[in-house]
């Protein structure tokens, strides 16, 4: 948990008597908030980037030579445990997901920044979400990559 404020440093002992792990993110109210938000821009729309790219990847049966490829400009990211880890939380939870975005969206314009891969993340956590109520996909999650990328890969298509 990430506190903030002029006295978030005084709940460090008590919170972390109670077993929870707890940062301060800084003197001023708002900066926790801030980081959450802004983070989000990166850990959702990579959730997203990874739905596209993959889903394509499957469709043109090039999975392992994409991941392989990527593993080459992040050597410290094992997509073949990414790839599954992003797909499930986006079929679970892509519906809160996405609105959290919007409101990330809009953080961002209240900063100055257009947010145009955050808006198209709400749109592709949306999505997911939607797909991942069907029961194909919710029989996948536990699976491996391959299986769930399949099913969402069925799903997206029969939606369109």
Known sequence: MLLAGPDAATLLAPLGALGMRVSVAGAEVGAASAIKMVRSVMIKGIEALTLEC????????????????????YPGLDWSKTIPYNLERMARHG?????????????????????????????????????GTQQSVLGALEKDGGAILNAISAAARDRH
Do not use: Y
């Not at 519906?95 to 409101?103: D, K, L, Y």
């Open 54 to 73: 993959f889903l394509a990847a499957a469709r043109a049966g090039v999975v392992d030579q994409v991941a392989a490829s990527l593993e080459n400009n």
């Open 95 to 131: 519906e809160r997901r996405a609105s959290e975005m919007e409101e990330v969206a809009e953080t961002l314009r209240e900063l100055g920044v257009e947010p145009l891969m955050s808006n198209a993340a709400v749109k592709r956590q949306r999505e997911m979400g939607q797909i």
